[in-house]
């Protein structure tokens, strides 16, 4: 199967797209459009670009908002509470189910590499064990990491070092970590400098749930960003949500941005998510709460967006259409800039799989995985302005998801 037609991003022109089998096997300019051989795909004068991703989701707690009760205070503490009532429900089956029916949804709108959070501070550690299964389960549908995440802390949870390295044994690609919430500042620095320690060991990748909080004072990322410097392990350690940045002074921040360029970290902003848990505390002026995406891409560092919650205890919405959180991500992040426009599909594309490492397993390249997506629109700044979406999925040459546009009469 070849693809005819094809509009690139950054290149002018339309491009015929080889396949050979499960490979990308030539990518060539066409002199002009043609009209698509019998079998291959047209893709109409439209973007093709590599599948969306999905960088930071709880795959093991989707679909379960108002189980057994709804956050009424929106806040994330109190998702954290209901979430601890919901996880004594959690059985094997149900985290399963729950997780297939949310893969669906995301490879409904083009998303072929998923990073999920998985809560390990249970004993049992059930959701983990079904998520490894999943993870096998899902591969024609989508690369699946697994993040060993201590939703409830790694020193303030009984056995919470050992849950986390037995996460790791049973297959966890990455170490996960949630220094603010932890009982004290002290235990916050030593769940981080653990956690380093155990994908230092292990050759896991990291992803930290870090200063997902409007207090300024919460200054955990300094103490990952140095640990990662250190190590030398920046770009395979990434800060989620970082929403204590939008509160910083902007004297601390300069320094701060100082030691995250050194550092090489990623990070994933859940702008959604964040809209809608932070600023609780706030009467007017009311902060958004989102770290500071606009600033640390002009500064050449690497940041992407991420669902984060699709009907949790966290965000009641979602239907697994990571094209709704880059336009609301835009809005929010005052990223609606003709130039930031130009370039907005990096935030779901190439900066994602950048902060998963994906490196030469994505990308339209020759011998790379033929995974690519036909788009409804010919450049980045028509897909945000026309709601656009992915009209065919491809994976490994193999056609995944093909959606029919809602045609509209007139008179
Ligand atoms: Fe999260």
């Known amino acids: 199967m070849n ?37 291959d795909l047209d893709a109409a004068s439209n973007l093709v670009v590599p599948p969306f991703v999905e960088p930071h989701i709880h795959l093991d707690a989707t679909l379960t908002a108002g189980e057994p009760a709804w956050n009424m205070s929106g806040t994330l503490f109190e998702g954290i509470e209901r979430w601890a009532e919901r996880k004594a429900l959690v059985t094997h ?36 064990k079904a998520m490894v ?64 320690d155990l994908a230092e060991r292990t050759g896991c990748l990291v992803d930290v749930h870090c200063d997902e909080t409007d207090d300024p004072q919460s200054r955990f990322l300094e103490v990952l960003a140095e640990e990662a410097r250190v190590r030398g392990m920046g770009e395979r350690v990434t800060a989620s ?14 320094k701060l941005f100082r030691l995250l360029k050194m550092s090489k970290i990623n990070f994933v902003s859940c702008p959604t998510e964040s809209i809608h848990l932070q600023g609780r505390f706030d009467s007017y002026p009311k902060r958004r709460g989102l770290t500071r995406v606009a600033e640390i891409d002009r500064a050449g560092m690497n940041i992407c967006f991420g669902q984060d919650s699709i009907v949790d205890p966290w965000y009641p919405l979602g239907n697994g259409n990571i094209l709704r959180i880059l336009e609301a991500g835009l809005h929010i992040c005052h990223m609606l800039g003709y130039s930031d426009l130009q370039r907005s599909l ?3 594309t190439d900066n994602s799989a950048r902060t998963l490492h994906l490196g030469e397993r994505y990308g339209l390249e ?22 656009g979406y992915a009209l065919v999925s491809l994976r490994n040459g193999e056609v995944l998801m093909r959606r029919t546009p809602a045609s509209v009469q007139r008179g």
Do not use: W
Request: glycine share 8%.
């Open 3 to 39: 693809i005819v037609n094809a509009r690139l991003r950054g290149r002018e022109g339309l491009f015929h797209i080889a396949l050979d089998g499960s490979r990308i096997a030539a990518i060539s300019a066409q002199p002009a459009a043609v009209i698509a051989p019998e079998g």
């Open 93 to 128: 089956e149900d985290t399963k189910t729950r997780a297939r029916k949310t893969i669906d949804m995301l490879v409904d709108h083009g998303i072929q590499h998923v990073r999920t959070h998985v809560d390990v501070t249970d004993p049992s550690l059930a959701a983990l």
């Open 133 to 196: 299964e999943v993870r096998e389960e899902t591969r024609h549908l989508i690369d699946l990491q697994i993040v060993a995440f201590p939703q409830e802390g790694i020193e303030s949870y009984a056995n919470g070092r050992a849950l986390m390295e037995q996460a790791v044994a049973l297959g966890a690609d990455v170490v996960g970590g949630i220094p603010h919430f932890e009982n004290t500042r002290d235990q916050g620095v030593s769940s981080i400098k653990f956690l380093m």
């Open 241 to 254: 949500h970082t929403v204590a940045m939008g509160s910083y002074d902007n004297a601390y921040c300069s």
């Open 346 to 348: 990096d935030l779901i």
């Open 366 to 387: 020759v011998g790379r995985p033929a995974n690519l997506l036909i788009l409804s629109a010919p450049d980045d700044y028509e897909m945000i302005r026309t709601q």
